[in-house]
């Protein structure tokens, strides 16, 4: 994966290392370019710069099995940088000095 050049500005949802988390991991580096994750053994840390969006339809494709958003996300989400907003679609994650992003449907 092809990270950001600095992790200073980056967008940074951490996820446990289950496999729901490697799946929304999986995900968000399908739906977005730049991504960066280090694997801090019981969470992945995910760097994307700017904005990073999420769909529960892919997570739901990596994972191979039904997803609820925001719930299970919020589960396997124990903290993030930024701002988020989450629907039962899908979750976008932004830096406070963009404007909100719109949210995957």
Not at 21 to 31: D, K, L, N, T
Not at 38 to 43: K, L, Q, S, T, V
Not at 82 to 93: H, K, P, Q, S, Y
Request: aromatic share 4%; net charge negative; proline share 9%.
């Amino acid at each position: 994966m092809t990270g950001p050049r600095s992790a200073e500005g980056a967008i940074r949802p951490v996820l446990q290392a289950t496999a729901l988390g490697r799946a929304i991991v999986a995900a968000i580096s399908m739906e977005n370019e730049r991504t960066d994750v280090r694997d801090e053994g019981a969470y992945l840390r995910v760097l994307v710069p700017d904005v990073c969006r999420v769909s529960r339809a892919e997570v739901e494709r990596q994972h191979g099995q039904p997803v609820s958003f925001p719930g299970d996300l919020e589960l396997a989400m124990p903290s993030f940088s930024g701002l988020v907003r989450m629907t039962e679609n899908g979750a976008a994650w932004w830096r406070s000095s963009h404007p909100e992003p719109e949210v995957p449907s």
